[in-house]
């Protein structure tokens, strides 16, 4: 199972917040069905940050609904400013958000296939001409593999040590 990866990596707060709610409410505001590792994520871990100011979307709440929301808007304004060729939710296959760092990078899943096996985008904040690179899935997968620096150019390319693999429990600001 791919949270048990997490899990052995970077251990849940022992109180958690916002892990509890219905996910019917965000797979219909989106028109999509959300992956079983990020609703076990979620479930498990809540609201809160990972290393480097990585805030995994927490779709349970309406605060982690809105800002994908803005993020999908936002992003959709810079396709269209930098005249981009990537594709946005609710295109399928499509970009859609489920997180951001505190290098105003946005993650996203490539909606392709089903979404237990979608690939992991990494977007960033200006205009690029790089074409999309799309990592492995599932996301609880991607993230050990970017907390344990498979990733180089990610997380602001600054590896993380071993005492920085924590989560941070509580509500981010929107």
């Excluded at 808007?73 to 760092?101: M, N, Q, V």
């Excluded at 907390?147 to 390319?157: A, E, K, P, Q």
Aim: hydrophobic share 35%.
């Amino acid at each position: 199972m791919a949270l048990e990866e997490i899990l052995n990596f970077i251990p849940p707060p022992a109180e958690t917040v916002d892990t509890s709610g219905d996910w019917a409410i965000a797979e219909q505001q989106f028109g999509l069905t959300l992956p079983t590792d990020f609703k076990q994520l979620i479930e498990t871990y809540g609201s809160g940050e990972f290393p480097r100011g990585l805030v995994v979307a927490n779709l349970l709440t309406q605060e982690g609904r809105d800002k994908v929301g803005e993020d999908l808007s936002r992003y959709a304004e810079l396709k269209d400013t930098c005249e981009h060729e990537y594709i946005l939710h609710p295109e399928c296959p499509g970009l859609f958000p489920w997180g951001s760092d505190e290098n105003g990078h946005l993650y996203c899943w490539w909606t392709e296939g089903e979404p237990d096996q979608w690939g992991i985008v990494q977007l960033y904040h200006r205009c690029e001409d790089a074409p999309l690179k799309i990592f492995p899935g599932p996301l609880t997968s991607f993230l050990v593999r970017l907390m344990s620096n498979s990733y180089t150019n990610m997380l602001g390319g600054v590896e993380l040590e071993p005492d920085q693999l924590r989560f941070i429990r509580g509500r981010q600001p929107v």
